[in-house]
């Protein structure tokens, strides 16, 4: 019997929602059922064809790559005649293990160390995806300040005039989206503040459909790498149970480990659960 159930018994795989890589309007929303993925890379899905055709003009036409040329070139058997690690076991640059928290995603899919991509742009080689020669996209750091200074001014516009996100015009929304596919790929390629920021957007519908998963997901990449504010904002989502399951002790866990930073937030919420006893052992006296 027990060996029965083993057999039929299958592990279901959990994926963050997907997203509208024009809008930012996650599957399943309102009036989204299902995104399509781009029939030429099959990487970003869009909620309509609108969309793909706004973001092929603005930005996807220079960066996507069919599916045939992103096929990793052949490797030759190592030196003692074994073959190398299966892709996502190792950094190919490095051969070092990646870990979540220290990957970077290049546009062609292909996973290296953060700190390696950052190394490998210091030599005078070609700016090229050690697998499959894709050429890399621009830094981390200067999309991610572009991307900056390009959505303050869309804030302070809306902070002045006292205006809605929701009804920003169309020239605006077309920069809000611009900025957004810039902070996605300083995202992808683990620049920390980039993930940060687009948990905020996510979190607080800036310009985007609001979305509570979206938030702690890109909460969660920041916080992974220790970024206070992110972990602050992740203890948050947790102890209300917003696009995560309610947990006090892993809320409390993350407020320690920001609080443990100087994060004032996380110290206060880490004082009120002790006051409460919640996620947490009260010591008496």
């Known amino acids: 019997m027990a060996e029965t159930f083993t057999k039929t018994t299958k592990k279901k795989k959990i994926s963050a929602p997907k997203t509208c890589g024009n809008c930012g309007s996650a599957e399943g929303s309102a009036g989204i059922a299902k995104l399509s993925a781009c029939a030429r890379c099959g990487l970003v899905v869009y909620c309509s064809k609108d969309c793909q055709r706004s973001d092929w003009k603005a930005n996807h036409k220079n960066r996507c790559i069919t599916k045939g040329d992103r096929v990793p070139q052949p490797h030759a058997p190592l030196a003692d005649g074994t073959e190398p690690a299966s892709e996502g076991e190792e950094c190919s640059i490095c051969l070092d293990p990646v870990a979540l928290a220290s990957a970077t995603t290049l546009p062609c899919a292909h996973i290296f160390h953060a700190a390696c991509v950052a190394e490998l742009r210091k030599y005078k080689l070609k700016q090229a995806c050690p697998l499959c020669r894709t050429p890399l996209p621009p830094g981390p750091d200067k999309l991610y300040e572009d991307a900056a200074r390009r959505f303050l001014v ?45 948990g905020k957007t996510y979190d607080q519908g800036f310009g985007v459909a609001q979305s509570d998963p979206e938030a702690a997901r890109w909460f969660r990449k920041a916080a992974d790498q220790g970024d206070a504010e992110s972990q602050n904002s992740l203890g948050q989502m947790l102890v209300m149970g917003r696009g995560l399951a309610q947990s006090d002790v892993e809320s409390a866990r993350w407020f320690r480990k920001a609080a443990d930073q100087g994060n004032a937030s996380a110290q206060s919420s880490l004082g009120h659960m002790f006051s409460l006893g919640r996620g947490l052992f009260i010591h008496r006296i």
């Not at 989206?177 to 390629?189: F, G, H, I, S």
């Open 154 to 198: 869309i804030f302070r516009r809306v902070k002045r005039s006292n205006a809605s996100w929701g009804a920003l015009i169309d020239e605006d929304q077309e920069e809000v989206r611009a900025v957004m596919c810039e902070w996605r790929a300083a995202a992808d390629q683990g620049h920390v503040h980039a993930q940060c920021f687009l």
